[in-house]
């Protein structure tokens, strides 16, 4: 059983938006801050955004007011709003549970006209 699962990844033109979503078991989601972090082609992995178990946030200089981390915990759910996106944000995006390690398998995110 996979134990993060992404989807929400898409084509969309610039300044448009989506949303993210990261499914995890419930044993993951109540012990783990949890992320976001993407990969463009030809770079590293970096950090988007973080959110605590207790709804502490931190974002990437690159996403602030762009982007919004939040999480369901009644859902074991965790998201990612993205508004104004701009072709820079062009990227693989993996959801990351902090203490246990796990990664979901990605979701494709293009911004293009």
């Known amino acids: 059983q996979v134990p993060l699962v992404e989807s929400g990844g898409g084509l969309v033109q610039p300044g448009g938006s989506l949303r993210l979503s990261c499914a995890a078991s419930r044993s993951i989601f109540s012990i783990n801050a949890m992320g976001w972090y993407r990969q463009a082609p030809g770079k590293e992995r970096e950090f988007v955004a973080t959110i605590t178990i207790l709804g502490s946030r931190k974002y990437a200089d690159s996403v602030k007011g762009r982007f919004t981390i939040s999480r369901d915990i009644a859902k074991n759910t965790m998201y990612l709003q993205m508004n104004s996106l701009i072709p820079e944000d062009t990227a693989v995006y993996y959801c990351?549970?902090?203490?246990?390690?796990?990664w979901g398998q990605g979701t494709q995110v293009t911004v293009s006209s």
């Open positions: 990351h549970a902090l203490q246990n390690g796990y």
